[in-house]
């Protein structure tokens, strides 16, 4: 289908990276501080997070750790409880962050959304992030409307296959009740826009800083903030890529 309308009807955002560089002093620390808590001998350094960020979810991502250090425990009961419990004492610690007002948005994004809103574009949210992990940052960054900003909130395990596979968007589009070439999603990261892509909505790329030096799959722009963009930069961007976005 062809994009008719030069502006999208809707926004779809990515969270982590894209609204707010969460991961690295955020997400990573969190999980360190709760490991160190378990008295678990694990580290996630920068360069080991960068490869397990190829694992959306932060309970995928503990099971692909461990199934690179121990294999043959991994994926044993013991093992899916104990990734239970780090993953509720690293969101507690991930939410103290929040909550300690060290986590905002990136340059540009509440600009570029208030400027959709005045023009009717809708908004929403798909992530694969647990759904506790926004409300503080809605609340704080987008007050006084907080989540009301967006209409919908497609968030953490609603979806059983997290990004890369299409279904947070198929399931946000749905709720939106808009086509995928109708929309344009905001992602940071490969793995993000490859679910977009995959959904068939045309993705522009905020780069992040774990995703700088990452291969995008096709997508209308890759740049390193929305700090200048404009509602014209993104009709511009969609005439221009009309043709790869035919809705699958
Ligand atoms: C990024 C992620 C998330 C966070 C951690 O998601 O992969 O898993 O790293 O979140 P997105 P949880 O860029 O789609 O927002 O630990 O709560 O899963
Ligand atoms: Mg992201």
């Given at each position: 289908m062809a994009v008719e309308d030069p502006l999208p009807r809707a926004l779809i955002w990515d969270v982590?990276?894209?609204?707010?560089?969460?991961?690295?002093?955020?997400h990573r620390v969190a999980f360190n501080l709760a490991f160190e808590e378990a008295g678990l001998p694990w580290h996630w350094d920068e360069t080991i997070y960068a490869r397990l960020?190829?694992?959306?979810?932060g309970k995928e991502r503990l099971r692909a750790w461990w199934r690179s250090v121990d294999p043959a425990v991994a994926d044993s009961e013991e093992a899916t409880q104990r990734i239970l419990q780090l993953h509720q004492r690293k969101t507690a610690h991930y939410l103290a962050f929040l909550e300690q007002g060290g986590i905002t948005l990136r340059p540009g994004v509440k600009r570029l959304i208030d400027a959709a809103r005045a023009a009717g574009i809708r908004q929403a949210i798909a992530t694969?992030?647990?759904?506790?992990?926004l409300w503080p940052l809605l609340g704080h960054e987008f007050a006084p409307l907080g989540r009301a900003t967006f209409e919908v909130i497609g968030a953490g395990d609603v979806v059983a296959a997290k990004k890369p596979a299409p279904d947070i968007y198929r399931w946000v589009l749905e709720r939106l009740g808009l086509?995928?070439?109708?929309c344009l999603a905001i992602e940071d990261s490969a793995v993000g826009a490859a679910s977009a892509v995959a959904a068939g909505v045309p993705v522009l790329v905020t780069r992040s800083h774990y995703t700088v030096h990452q291969a995008m799959p096709p997508v209308l722009a890759v740049l390193?903030?929305?700090?200048?963009?404009t509602l014209s930069d993104l009709s511009a961007w969609r005439l221009a890529k009309t043709v790869p976005y035919s809705v699958p």
């Open positions: 982590d990276g894209t609204l707010a560089e969460t991961e690295h002093h955020g960020l190829e694992v959306t979810g694969t992030t647990t759904p506790d992990n086509e995928a070439a109708q390193d903030s929305l700090d200048t963009v």
